[in-house]
T-cell receptor
Framework: ETGVTQTPRHLVMGMTNKKSLKCEQH?????MYWYKQSAKKPLELMFV???????ENNSVPSRFSPECPNSSHLFLHLHTLQPEDSALYLC?????????????FGPGTRLTVL | GDSVTQMEGPVTLSEEAFLTINCTYT??????LFWYVQYPGEGLQLLLK?????DKGSNKGFEATYRKETTSFHLEKGSVQVSDSAVYFC??????????????FGKGTKLSVIP
């Protein structure tokens, strides 16, 4: 595997389910990100981890819970979601957490909440 | 706060036509500017970037010049191909210092190139 991978690619869940999204980067980077891409809206940054510590949490509801066990892996735990949470969830990584560090994106997980 | 405005799509062009996708921004300080491309079913890929005024980013025949005086970063390509069909996102990062990793994206412009 190369680059940034995400699993699953598609997920359908009910509002009472608990599921997790997984992201893995094979680039030796130190920063990882979760973004939400909704139709007709700009990409929204959700969480940022740098050296496995959370450095950003953009007012995301607590039903989204990130976890970064090491610099290569990032999870997004989901519980009690709402239909409006249906979106494409993108993971990204970069060497550092500065503006000059290019962010590399995974293919995303298409989430549908019924 | 920072913001990015790019032309609404969709844009439909014939193969070998000239492409311009307009992008303007509002930011404090001296942001870096980016164009990302998203092909169907894939994540975003960095297409090109510019980190200071008058810099020109280029890649795969695409170009964009960082114009501080007009706060613009328009994307251009002289001759598009069917394989260029994708959604294009303009983005900026908030200069240097704390939080500078934060990318602010435009809404995206869908380009369709027909043979």
């Amino acid at each position: 595997e190369t680059g940034v991978t995400q699993t699953p690619r598609h997920l359908v869940m009910g509002m009472t389910n608990k599921k997790s999204l997984k992201c893995e980067q094979h680039l030796g980077h130190n920063a990882m990100y979760w973004y939400k891409q909704s139709a007709k809206k700009p990409l929204e940054l959700m969480f940022v981890y740098s050296l496995e510590e959370r450095v950003e949490n953009n007012s995301v509801p607590s039903r989204f819970s990130p976890e970064c066990p090491n610099s290569s892996h990032l999870f997004l735990h989901l519980h009690t979601l709402q239909p409006e949470d249906s979106a494409l969830y993108l993971c990204a990584s970069s060497q550092g957490a500065m503006d000059t560090d290019t962010q590399y994106f995974g293919p995303g997980t298409r989430l549908t909440v019924l | 706060g920072d913001s990015v405005t790019q032309m609404e799509g969709p844009v439909t062009l014939s193969e070998e036509a000239f492409l311009t996708i307009n992008c303007t921004y509002t930011a404090t300080g001296y942001p870096s500017l980016f164009w990302y491309v998203q092909y169907p079913g894939e994540g975003l890929q960095l297409l090109l970037k510019a980190t200071k005024a008058d810099d020109k980013g280029s890649n795969k025949g695409f170009e964009a010049t960082y114009r501080k005086e007009t706060t613009s970063f328009h994307l251009e390509k002289g001759s598009v191909q069917v394989s260029d069909s994708a959604v294009y996102f303009c983005a900026l990062s908030a200069g240097s210092g704390a939080g500078s990793y934060q990318l602010t994206f435009g809404k995206g412009t869908k380009l369709s190139v027909i043979p």
